[in-house]
């Protein structure tokens, strides 16, 4: 098996995280949900810095690729 070992999420990560949420989700998520995606984002942050493929089924991740600009599969 393969081990993949990243760092942890720059500040500049949760500054674009905050941002994505409060500007595309804020007024349609809340509580639990809204910290969830916010996890999600940071994400599909570390998978684009990475250069990493992004991988799930998931809707939340549809949205957040789309205004991250990346390529999410989903089969």
Same mark, same amino acid.
Do not use: M
């Given at each position: 098996?393969?081990? /993949?070992?990243? $760092? &942890?999420?720059a500040t500049?990560? +949760?500054?674009? &995280?905050?941002?994505?949420?409060?500007?595309?989700? +804020?007024?349609?998520?809340?509580?639990?949900?809204?910290?969830?995606?916010?996890?999600?984002?940071? /994400? &599909?942050?570390?998978?684009?810095?990475?250069?990493? $493929?992004? +991988? &799930?089924?998931?809707?939340?991740?549809?949205?957040?690729?789309?205004?991250?600009?990346?390529?999410?599969?989903?089969?």
């Open positions: 098996p393969s081990t /993949i070992l990243t $760092d &942890a999420p500049e990560d +949760w500054i674009l &995280a905050a941002d994505i949420v409060r500007k595309n989700f +804020w007024s349609t998520y809340t509580g639990e949900s809204l910290d969830r995606l916010t996890h999600d984002v940071l /994400i &599909a942050i570390s998978a684009y810095r990475s250069g990493a $493929d992004l +991988w &799930a089924r998931d809707k939340d991740f549809q949205l957040i690729c789309r205004f991250l600009h990346i390529t999410l599969y989903n089969h």
